[in-house]
């Protein structure tokens, strides 16, 4: 959500050797298509049985996952491309950062929701299932759409007014700074992003005590569901992290000047690839009933009915 975050990619404006290039590239393509393949699997899985298509929980979750594998995709491609043609025409290079933006900005508020669907299963149980319905939900993804839309649109159309035809045919380093360069921008997103980042981090911390103050006296699935929203807490951590990565670049540079390349993927990494890995720890290893069906779709046993 920040100038970078969006970029999908820690794209490295200082050429490395041939061999640490190929080192980089492999071991991110690897990664890229590593989790993929884990999140290709949970949506399998989801698609195949009708327990988890007509759970909100389950809705939520899985269109989380898509987000992460547009986001992990789109960051493999841009990482590669940076090393191959270095420059890119800004037309194309505008619709990979929209894209990334919008997997970006929903991943946070996905979360959001996600907590406060765990707050009415165990604090309301009685209302959840007026409350949580399927058609809510899917309103509610709507809602998370329309939302970062109306966030990450504006760049575009302010950029549309501002710069001469001539410059979306042109070749650029695709960041979000260089397709969006107007300062006025900048501010928009500080604004804007703050704003969702007080209002997400609020929620997490409201319904993590209201469940940690359910849970000390209820049952072992409250306790579960206080680890949940952690575990949610911990993913929405490493995606703020992106949020400070012009920041986080400068001082590497500082810090770092004849290693930067290697501190810019360490970060790129850890900002980037490992908040994409997390959603399947939560639901396809941690959850009992997804790792019931997702152990069979693995060992490719039947399913079941």
């Known amino acids: 959500m ?26 991110v393509v690897v990664l890229g298509i590593s989790i993929n393949c884990i999140n290709a699997g ?41 090393y191959i043609f270095y420059k890119i025409n800004v037309s194309i290079c505008c619709v990979f950062i929209l894209i990334a933006l919008f997997t970006t900005e929903n991943s946070p508020l996905n979360l959001a929701c996600m907590a406060v669907e765990c707050y009415i299963a165990i604090c309301v149980p009685l209302r959840h299932v007026q409350i949580c319905t399927i058609k809510r939900t899917l309103m509610l993804i709507g809602l998370i759409w329309v939302t970062t839309m109306l966030s990450v649109l504006p760049d575009l159309f302010i950029t549309l007014a501002t710069q001469p035809l001539g410059f979306f045919h042109s070749q650029v380093f695709c960041l979000r700074q260089t397709v969006f360069p107007n300062p006025i921008i900048i501010k928009k997103r500080d604004i804007t992003y703050s704003v969702f980042l007080v ?75 490992l908040p994409r890995s997390i959603s399947s720890i939560i639901y396809g290893i941690r959850d009992n009933t997804f790792r019931k069906y997702l152990k069979r779709y693995l060992l490719c046993k039947v399913s079941i009915p």
């Not at 949020?243 to 001082?251: G, W």
């Open 2 to 27: 920040n100038a970078s975050s969006a970029n999908v990619t820690m794209v490295i404006e200082y050429r490395d050797s041939f061999s640490k290039a190929v080192t980089k590239n492999v071991i």
């Open 42 to 82: 949970l949506i399998h899985t989801f698609c195949k049985h009708q327990i988890f298509y007509m759970n909100p929980r389950y809705i939520l979750f899985i269109h989380l996952v898509f987000n992460d594998m547009v986001q992990v995709t789109l960051t493999v491609i841009m990482f590669v491309i940076s």
């Open 199 to 273: 209002i997400v981090w609020i929620t997490i911390f409201y319904t993590y005590f209201k469940i940690l103050f359910t849970a000390k006296t209820a049952s072992k699935d409250a306790k579960k569901a206080r680890n949940t929203i952690l575990l949610h807490g911990f993913q929405l951590l490493l995606c703020m992290a992106s949020y400070a990565t012009p920041q986080l670049k400068d001082a590497l540079q500082q810090w770092f000047p004849e290693n930067y390349t290697d501190s810019l993927f360490a970060s790129y990494i850890i900002v980037q690839i």
